[in-house]
């Protein structure tokens, strides 16, 4: 007799058990900086932060394995927003009618519920690709030196109130409430994302707390002078109208305090009339989930049209190059593509993970040749201060 498909794969089936023997191959063969820590920099405070690799990623592969069909299909239908972009309202209102602001905000939430378990499955949990910060790092030491580098620059410290805009699963909230003693507000527009942040601060002991909200949706549910420092880690492609959400968050930030902005961004070098450039973009947008094409003058300029000052605006990698770090995790993904997909074939593992790691790998590698050619960069760090 046939044992049901839905029986085959438990919490400690073999389709889980064997992807994890992968995972711990891969993180085997990880650079020796994984075992080396102190000579980063990092220390008790920031590994309180982290979490259980192997217990985040069976969490998140039940999460995948139990999926609806309709929760795939609205997944695979979101990614009709990363064709279009804000700048071109002619285009979003063709594809998505005149109410495309909401349609874009259901877009997103049907994405992130389901992007940020593929995303935790891997290295990039916190749904980020940082900043190439130091050789010897791996994908999460980079991401910790990164957050440890804002926390400086804008001077968090204990007792603070910090905002944090499209805060995800609260990992990086986490991290900077460890580090500093600060207390982290966390935004988002996904209902699932926001409860996975506070369930997972509340079980490490920090105060924080996060609000659901899509940051198109102003004004930001906060009172003048709230907070005393600011950040976000590329969340501002999301947004549809950057001065107006600026002039919002320098109005919620108390006179001194200051802000840093992670992005993506297209470079001086990106030229749109250039078939080649274009039919990257075309595909490096739905990778990195990006509706907008910021550039850097284009955030300088909404920051200080909004009354502050940029201090910093510079590309945070080495050499201005991300690349290395893309390259590592596409290679994880793809190499994780393969065995699910042998997993598929002998139906130990449902169909729709074929259709999910399909689409997440598809284009990795024009990530990867944007970055080395300097057309594009999701690493463009900004730091910027309310006068006094």
């Known amino acids: 007799m046939s044992v049901p498909l839905q029986n085959r794969v438990s919490d400690s089936s073999d389709g889980i058990d064997r992807i994890a023997e992968e995972k711990q191959k891969l993180s085997v063969n990880a650079p020796p900086s994984t075992r080396k820590q102190d000579a980063l920099g990092l ?139 600060a207390t982290v507000t966390g935004l988002n527009i996904d209902p699932n994302q926001v409860a996975q942040a506070q369930e997972f601060n509340n079980q490490k002991g920090f105060k924080n707390n996060f609000v659901q909200q899509d940051m ?72 990195i989930g990006a509706v907008g094409t910021p550039t850097p003058k284009s955030f300088e300029k909404a920051l200080e049209d909004a009354g502050f000052v940029v201090t910093k605006s510079e590309n945070a990698s080495i050499d201005g190059l991300q690349a290395p770090l893309i390259d590592r995790v596409d290679i994880y993904f793809r190499t994780m593509r393969q065995i699910i997909l042998g997993l598929v074939k002998i139906k130990v593992l449902p169909q729709h993970f074929k259709t999910l790691i399909n689409r997440l790998c598809l284009d990795g590698q024009a990530f990867v040749k944007m970055d080395r050619m300097r057309l594009i960069s999701t690493s463009y760090w900004i730091v910027a201060e309310k006068p006094l």
């Open 216 to 287: 198109n949706t102003l004004p930001l549910p906060f009172a003048d002078n709230s907070f005393d420092c600011f950040y976000q880690i590329q969340a501002l492609s999301l947004c549809k109208d950057l001065p107006t959400l600026f002039r919002e968050v320098y109005r919620v930030l108390k006179p001194g305090a200051k802000v840093s902005l992670l992005d993506w961004v297209s470079l001086p070098g990106y030229d749109p009339s250039n078939p080649e450039h274009l039919a990257l973009m075309r595909r490096v947008k739905p990778l």
């Open 43 to 181: 220390d008790d405070a920031d590994r309180q932060s982290t979490t259980n690799r192997f217990k985040t990623f069976r969490s998140a592969f039940k999460y995948i394995h139990h999926l609806t069909p309709k929760q795939v299909d609205d997944y695979m239908h979101s990614y009709v927003i990363y064709n279009l972009d804000w700048a071109d309202e002619d285009a979003m209102i063709k594809e998505l009618g005149p109410d495309y602001q909401a349609k874009v905000g259901e877009c997103l939430k049907a994405y992130y519920g389901i992007i940020n378990h593929l995303c935790a499955m891997g290295d990039v949990e916190k749904m980020y690709i940082p900043p190439h910060m130091d050789k010897r790092a791996s994908v999460i030491e980079n991401q910790l030196l990164y957050e440890k580098a804002v926390a400086h620059a804008i001077g968090m410290k204990a007792g603070d109130k910090v905002l944090d805009l499209g805060c995800g699963r609260g990992r990086v909230a986490a991290h900077m409430a460890s580090m500093t003693g």
